[in-house]
């Protein structure tokens, strides 16, 4: 049996909470599917290495689903 597809919106979206969406705001838009894959490396790099979001790491499951998303080729 295959994974089941992660979308941007059932999966990802709510990973960023307000304060992380309006903390990056000035770069990306948390909430938007478009902003959130046309950086999705540099994401990926900033939640894996504890630097984003700046009060909290994200949990290592947090991290492999949006790892997940991206290698599954970012779907809406």
């Not at 540099?42 to 290495?49: E, N």
């Amino acid at each position: 049996m295959s994974e089941p597809t992660l979308s941007f919106a059932a999966d990802i979206k709510p990973l960023f909470r307000e304060g992380d969406r309006a903390a990056m705001k000035f770069a990306f838009d948390l909430w938007d599917h478009e902003d959130v894959s046309a950086h999705a490396d540099a994401i990926l790099g900033a939640v894996a290495d504890g630097t984003m979001p700046c009060d909290r790491e994200w949990a290592e499951p947090e991290v492999e689903t949006l790892r997940s998303w991206i290698a599954g080729g970012k779907a809406a």
